[in-house]
């Protein structure tokens, strides 16, 4: 262990770590700088001098863990375990995030589970929301084919309904008065929903009340898989589509959502959090003559990958399937379909993956996490 001018350097268990001083004064957990009851920050980040520095630093390898004594005489200490777990020293990779799998038309199968083992038991909801968060879809049989069931699955599960400009519980059948091409019997290209809000809602479920057409096959894709591939291959395209914005608009006759974006969101570290696409919505693109060309490039690579199949599941669902999609990752569409072969009825509603992750920390037991200190 050995400190430099504005940082410590430490190896634990065989691996080498550095943490700035003020980082260390900053995330101190004891009593005088936290709230005991919550966990909460008590002391206040702008008032720890810029240029703060140890006196001591001294590694007890009985109890695992760094004291350091502050040049106020104030005592911090963290456990070997807590450094390890928020070392930010290691260097950073561009990919999907821990536990997140990449998926294509002959990986992974999308994950299926019985209703009420989601609704009724923690270990079948914690199977589901585990699926959503790894591969970023699941479909749920059984479903009562009840209108609005999909509010109260979502109320079974501890989540909560996203309001938009449009119906909250949004029903999609062939209506020749519709205002969205869902509403026909066309093929639906992959698309995510809801691309003209500057969020888009980040869950979508899809609940079949009743689903006898001929055709209509359900499609998902896996939008972080193309990217992850066109970062590889074209890594210009990738960055042109980060860069570029699109503008994306649907509305009815009483309603109206506008939002211009880049097709893609990037989180600090590189890796991929948001994805839109909907062609089908898309507007006029509006970017500087110099750009519009590496646009068009990119945006065709992208979706002649999309299109062609290598990136897709395909399936025929049936009445009481309720399909959950990641919005921000996962494309969804359907093949066409003839409308008068039977009834195709489904009803969907959008939810924030924060919510559903939120409910997995929680039936995980992981949403309170240990503190520097904690087990001294």
């Known amino acids: 262990m050995k400190g430099a001018e504005d940082h410590l350097e430490l190896t634990l268990s065989g691996v080498s770590m550095r943490f700035h001083y003020i980082w260390l004064r900053d995330n101190c957990g004891c009593p005088e700088c936290r709230v005991a009851q919550s966990g909460e920050r008590r002391l206040f980040t702008a008032d720890i001098p810029r240029h703060v520095r140890p006196v001591e630093t001294v590694f007890d390898a009985e109890n695992r863990s760094l004291l350091i004594i502050w040049q106020d005489g104030h005592r911090s200490r963290f456990r070997d375990v807590w450094l390890a777990r928020h070392d930010y020293s290691r260097p950073r990779t561009v990919g999907p995030g821990p536990g997140r799998r990449l998926w294509t038309a002959q990986g992974e199968t999308i994950p299926s589970f019985d209703h009420d083992e989601v609704v009724g038991s923690t270990s079948g909801q914690l199977a589901y929301l585990d699926a959503i968060h790894d591969l970023g879809a699941a479909i749920v049989r059984g479903t009562p084919s009840m209108s609005h069931e999909v509010e109260r699955f979502t109320a079974a599960i501890g989540c909560h309904v996203r309001e938009t400009a449009f119906e909250r519980v949004h029903n999609v059948r062939h209506d020749a008065s519709g205002y969205n091409v869902a509403h026909t019997a066309l093929e639906l290209k992959p698309h995510t929903d809801l691309p003209s809000y500057h969020w888009p809602p980040s869950i979508q479920l899809l609940h079949f009340l009743v689903n006898e057409a001929q055709g209509g096959e359900s499609t998902v894709t896996d939008g972080w898989a193309v990217l992850s591939d066109l970062h590889d291959h074209d890594p210009e395209a990738f960055e042109t589509l980060c860069r570029i914005p699109v503008t994306f608009q649907l509305f009815s006759a009483e309603e109206d959502t506008l939002a211009s974006a880049p097709l893609v969101q990037l989180a600090p570290g590189g890796e991929v959090v948001g994805f839109r696409y909907s ?98």
């Open 279 to 376: 062609n089908q919505l898309a507007l006029p693109v509006d970017a500087a003559f110099d750009d519009v060309s590496a646009f068009y490039d990119a945006y065709q690579k992208l979706g002649a990958m999309i299109g062609g199949g290598e990136y897709t599941q395909e399936f025929k669902t049936q009445s009481g399937d309720l399909l959950t999609v990641h919005g921000h990752r996962v494309l969804h569409g359907r093949r066409a379909f003839d409308a008068a072969s039977g009834d195709r009825h489904l009803q969907d509603a959008y939810l924030e993956y924060d919510d559903l992750m939120a409910r997995r920390r929680v039936l995980h037991g992981t949403h309170i996490p240990p503190g520097p200190e904690e087990g001294l």
